[in-house]
């Protein structure tokens, strides 16, 4: 992978689908950045949690966890939905102690460079769904408030790619739209989801900042949905987490 500086790889929501990383990660080699920035949920649902870990262990990689990257270490388990346990019980099953102390070395968020805010849920609460006009709105208000000087927040979670900022908030986004950061405009960007989209589009989601140009660029990339699939059942998980990728839903 290159090392230029000035471009990031931005991903999101991996959830131990190492097809769907992989793909990406073979996309980010040909994007010229130098470095990745993750909004959490590594593990989770998908059947390859120890593999995924290994892959960004070998990756240029700052990231922050999720909710499932915490129900994995066992905090937070008063929060897990019945239709989640099985799938939390798995990957707990799966990680060694070196995946383990991976995931404990990450924060719930992160100011990278005192310039970008990583967050998973919400600059609000980390666990916070960014879903509609009124959540987006409340906070991009608490970031201008809370963090003055910061303009741009990647976030994840909701698994839509999304932006909110310059006094529009927007779902819908095509791959290889680029949006043009305004001067001064803070902003909030979800590239959606590398492992479990869920706006539609099965292909793996994640975006490319370049901090020269000023712009975010959306990417989609096609992986064998077939793959996970297959080791979603050998692991005995539940069909339906196999069958929504197909759909992206």
Request: contains cysteine; negative net charge.
């Amino acid at each position: 992978m290159s090392s230029n500086p000035l471009r990031y790889g931005i991903i999101a929501d991996i959830h131990s689908n190492l097809a769907a990383l992989r793909a990406v990660l073979d996309a980010l080699a040909g994007e010229d950045v130098g470095t990745i920035l993750c909004m959490g949920d590594v593990v989770g649902y998908g059947p390859c949690p120890h593999e995924v870990i290994e892959a960004l262990e070998t990756a240029p990689l700052h990231s922050i966890r999720g909710n499932h990257d915490r129900y994995a270490l066992g905090e937070n388990s008063e929060q897990i939905r019945p239709s989640t346990a099985q799938a939390v019980e798995y990957t707990r099953r799966c990680l060694s102690p070196s995946d383990n102390a991976f995931l404990e070395g990450l924060r719930d968020t992160m100011l990278y460079q005192d310039r970008i805010l990583l967050v998973h849920g919400s600059p609000r609460e980390p666990d916070e769904y960014i879903l509609n006009q009124e959540a987006a709105i409340l906070n991009h208000r608490y970031l201008r408030s809370q963090y003055g000087g910061i303009n741009l927040c990647f976030f994840g979670h909701s698994h839509l790619p999304t932006i909110v900022g310059d006094g529009k908030v927007v779902y819908e986004i095509d791959s290889g739209y680029t949006l043009k950061l305004k001067f001064m405009v803070p902003y909030l960007i979800n590239p959606g989801s590398v492992g479990q989209p869920r706006d539609g589009n099965p292909a793996a989601a994640y975006a490319v900042l370049d901090t020269a140009e000023k712009t975010v660029t959306f990417r989609r990339v096609a992986y064998d949905v077939e793959d996970t699939q297959r080791r979603i059942q050998e692991a005995g998980l539940p069909r339906y987490l196999g069958e929504r990728l197909r759909v992206g839903k």
